[in-house]
């Protein structure tokens, strides 16, 4: 089931993390798991963190919409959210799901432009989020998050390649296999039997969208999975791969 949808505006009376000077071993771990933040000093470490606010949001909480002027870019510390555009015809096309560590909303206040699609969290999920003169006072007095910036993107336009190309050559077994072995090799954590856990919340409404078929025929390819042992899916619609070798067959 798919979360109901509520939405939001950003408050300053949230808690900033940087309400002292001195920063928590826990806050400094907060900032070295984000990409966006990869590599910097401790000093500059200590000056972005008073520029953050930390929230936890539930299920179902609309962060922006499309065309919404662009206020804040959000960082992931833990969740799902899924990046979506609704068409005229009331389909739904979903351009990505993102998970602990990764940035959404910077697009927008780099280039100004309204937002160029919806974003909604699909469990509950702690991010951090920078207004726009905060964010382009880092990237202006942090070179190192300007060229985490760019790498970031430059592997979200990779990502989109290899999507367009699987598309394109791919069955529905090897475009579903393709999208976990990327979420595990991104996001999963593996435990000692060599089972990966991917840590995000997906419907088979939501790898349907991603892999273009229908919720049906994808409902079919994860039964097969399933029946293989290849894949298990717990309650809260987490995946975990317990046979990558043989979903890495389905896309060769």
């Not at 579903?176 to 856990?197: I, M, N, S």
Request: aromatic content about 6%; cysteine-free; proline content about 3%.
């Amino acid at each position: 089931m798919n979360p109901t949808i509520t939405t939001i505006t950003p408050s300053f009376g949230w808690r900033m993390l940087g309400d002292s000077p001195m920063l928590s071993d826990t806050e400094l771990a907060l900032l070295r798991d984000v990409e966006l933040f990869d590599g910097l000093a401790p000093e500059q470490a200590a000056q972005i963190s008073r520029r953050l606010v930390r929230r936890t949001f539930p299920a179902g909480t609309n962060l922006m919409s499309v065309e919404q002027p662009g206020e804040v870019v959000y960082i992931i510390l833990n969740g799902t959210v899924k990046i979506h555009v609704e068409q005229a015809d009331g389909t739904d096309v979903i351009i990505a799901m993102l998970g602990a560590g990764d940035t959404v909303g910077e697009m927008s206040l780099i280039d100004s432009a309204g937002r160029s699609a919806t974003v909604v969290t699909q469990e509950e999920s702690t991010l951090l989020w920078m207004n726009r003169t905060a964010f382009l006072e880092a990237l202006q007095n942090a070179p190192v998050i300007t060229l985490n910036l760019v790498r970031m993107l430059s592997s979200r336009l990779r990502l989109a390649n290899e999507q367009i190309q699987a598309l394109a050559t791919l069955d529905v077994h090897g475009r579903v296999a393709r999208q976990l072995l990327a979420f595990a090799q991104k996001y999963g954590h593996a435990d000692e039997t060599g089972t990966v856990q991917i840590p995000i919340r997906l419907t088979q409404s939501d790898l349907a969208g991603l892999v273009g078929a229908s919720r049906e025929r994808v409902n079919q390819v994860i039964g097969y999975f399933k029946q293989r042992r290849y894949l298990s899916v717990d309650q809260h619609y987490h995946i975990s791969l317990h046979n990558l070798e043989a979903l890495a067959k389905r896309i060769k």
